[in-house]
């Protein structure tokens, strides 16, 4: 089993310069998950990077938790329509290969 390395929510809010709040607010939306390890919030490290885009969003656009769960969500539906997408075109050339 592979150990899980956590990384503090204090540590992150202080080398990205966010408030602690925008951080657990994210997990409140569902877009990271917070456990807690001895009495700290915590993330798994391999969120790290979907925190830092979070973060890069709220800085850069300005965008708040409520506006990058809306994105995130239809980030989500973006992607599993164009997979819908690339198996119609599989199923299409298919019958077009068997018609020929």
Not at 39 to 65: G, M, T
Not at 81 to 88: A, F, G, N, V
């Amino acid at each position: 089993m592979e150990k899980q390395t956590f990384i503090s929510i204090d540590t992150i809010c202080k080398y990205h310069k966010v408030t602690t709040a925008f951080i657990l607010s994210l997990g409140e939306f569902e877009l990271i998950d917070i456990q807690v390890i001895n009495n700290e919030p915590c993330i798994l490290q391999s969120q790290l990077a979907e925190v830092e885009k979070y973060v890069r969003l709220h800085n850069d656009l300005e965008i708040n938790s409520e506006g990058l769960s809306a994105i995130f969500h239809l980030i989500q539906r973006l992607e599993l329509m164009q997979q819908q997408i690339t198996q119609l075109k599989m199923r299409l050339q298919l019958y077009e290969e068997q018609a020929e």
